[in-house]
């Protein structure tokens, strides 16, 4: 049997992972990536001489990256329903004070209803009250149009919040309906609360009064 020798994989640069992290996501001043890659390749050059103390350079260029963003996303501090490295968060920011202060005030089984279960997560976190999640995380058919009024007649939700559409409050009785309805209920209940009561800015939120 003739056996063929293994073919050995193509090195990577000791450091690029670090310096294409630290590049892509706009980390440090612009010249540490390629400070980082230098280090590395300087530590690849010398490693015949110097054996252990390149390899030891070159690890500590492996990791620089990497170990930057835990030090800097333990040192900020992070909000939001979806927080990530940094202090970043995904598409939410915590809503205005005197919002959860209104939320807060309230004594209905929800608080409010919002299009979606982020928005509804941040009035949550926020105000320490229960909101109701049109639409649910991904657009479920719930509540109805015909629920949500039942829920609204009965007492059961004080505001309707419409979170970014802040200074965007059309007079009373006037409402640009959308084209295109989904699977879920969310653009023709936030129609029929605009049609049937007015609203007010609060931050970037529209926010409507149920009765």
Request: aromatic share 8%; with cysteine.
């Amino acid at each position: 049997m003739i056996s063929c020798p293994a073919i050995p994989s193509r090195p990577r640069p000791a450091g690029a992972w670090s310096a294409i992290l630290l590049h892509r996501n706009h980390f440090g001043p612009h010249w540490l990536p390629w400070l980082v890659v230098s280090v590395a390749m300087g530590a690849a050059v010398v490693v015949v001489f110097i054996g252990g103390i390149a390899a030891a350079i070159g690890a500590a260029a492996a990791v620089v990256g990497t170990v930057a963003f835990s030090l800097a996303t333990v040192g900020t501090p992070h909000h939001g329903t979806v927080p990530l490295a940094v202090g970043r968060s995904v598409g939410d920011k915590p809503p205005d004070p005197a919002l959860a202060d209104l939320l807060r005030a309230t004594h209905t089984p929800w608080s409010a209803a919002t299009n979606g279960s982020q928005s509804a997560a941040n009035l949550e976190i926020a105000s320490g009250t229960s909101v109701m999640a049109i639409g649910g995380w991904s657009g479920d058919p719930v509540p109805t149009l015909d629920q949500f009024v039942d829920d609204v007649r009965a007492g059961r939700v004080s505001y309707y919040v419409e979170a970014g559409k802040g200074g965007a409050a059309q007079p009373h009785g006037r409402i640009i309906y959308a084209e295109n309805h989904g699977t879920a209920h969310t653009r023709e209940i936030a129609d029929w609360v605009a049609t049937h009561y007015p609203a007010t800015t609060m931050g970037d939120s529209l926010v409507y009064r149920l009765g």
